[in-house]
Structure formats: C-alpha cells, structure tokens
C-alpha cells in the first residue's frame, strides 16, 4: 500500500509574487538545529569551514541571480540574511520557466539555489551531512523602519545566542 505523505502547505504570502523586485529578511535553519557553521565565542560568530562554504556562496550570489546584498549573520545553526531582489536582466516575463513550482529569479529559486550550492560544496569533504531544513522563514520588508530594526536584529544576534530560541542549549528559549 503506498504511504500517504504529510499535506504541505505553502508558508509564503498567499497572492504575492515573489518574482517581483522586492526587499527580504530570510531566516535558514541546520537540520535538527543541530550546530555546524562554528561557534559563538565572546559575542562573536568564529567560522568553521563549512561557516565559511556558506559565506562564500552568500557572497557569490549577485554573480548569478539579480540581487543586491544587505546584512547577513552566520550563526551556529542558522543564518539570518536580508537581500533585494531586483528584475532579472533578462525580464521574468508571467510565463517565466518554472522549476518545480519555482520561478525562475524569484525569491524561492534563489533560496533553492543557495542552500543547493551550499550543500554541494559543503559535501565534496562530508558526503553524508544532511545541512538545511527543508524550509525557510522570510519576511517582506516595506517599510523602513522595519529594515532598520531588521539590520540591527541581525547584527546583534551574535550577542543574544544564550536566549536565542534556534540555540538548543538555551535556558531562556527566546530572545
């Protein structure tokens, strides 16, 4: 008998298009939370080497997708990031080509493409590691105020590991 899978629905807006331009705070999480990115050491996150894998696909992003860089944080078991989307240099026309339910320059495909990146190379010394979740959290930033809280959200989260609620060891669950 074939095993039912769990009924997923969607986390994104409802009605938005992410093919869009448009300004984002994303949140990816390790499998499990579990930490392999590095360590937080006097309020500061020390790379390992796949800390490092990751930064370096972050920053190899505008190379490949039409986006702008905004704040990012590594952190033991997550990464917090914001970035702008921008129309692609060849137009993402209504009927863009899809790949599986993602459109190509959107924000899930970029996402796709960075955590797919990551784990290849992430691989090539640990073949077995399983890095990311399946999902991950975004949130549409309109306003400027909330990119100015959302900047100082990420750049302090070094310094509020011990209450951050991603951090396992955690007494106090959430910041």
């Known amino acids: 008998m074939p095993t039912t899978l769990p009924n997923r629905h969607s986390i ?3 009605g938005y298009d992410y093919s869009e331009s448009g300004l984002y705070f994303v949140t990816i999480c390790t ?3 579990e930490c392999l990115f590095g360590d937080i ?3 500061k996150m020390i790379l390992n080497e796949t800390g490092k894998i990751i930064e370096t696909v972050w920053e190899s992003l505008p190379d490949h997708h039409p986006v702008v860089l905004d704040e990012f944080q590594i952190m033991p078991n997550h990464i917090h990031f914001i ?3 921008l129309p692609s240099r060849r137009g993402i026309a209504r009927n863009a ?3 599986g339910n993602v459109t190509a320059g959107s924000l899930p495909c970029i996402i796709r493409s960075f955590k797919s990146e990551c784990t290849k190379l992430i691989r090539v010394k640990s073949p ?3 890095i990311f979740q399946r999902n991950y959290y975004e949130h549409i930033i309109r306003a400027e105020n909330d990119l100015n809280k959302i900047r100082e959200y990420v750049n302090i989260n070094p310094l509020i590991w011990d209450r ?3 951090n396992l060891e955690s007494t106090t669950g959430s910041p």
């Open 12 to 14: 994104r807006l409802r």
């Open 128 to 130: 077995n590691i399983h």
């Open 41 to 43: 050491v006097d309020g």
């Open 164 to 166: 951050d609620h991603n």
């Open 31 to 33: 499998r499990n939370r």
């Open 83 to 85: 970035l702008e989307t």
């Open 97 to 99: 080509p899809t790949f």
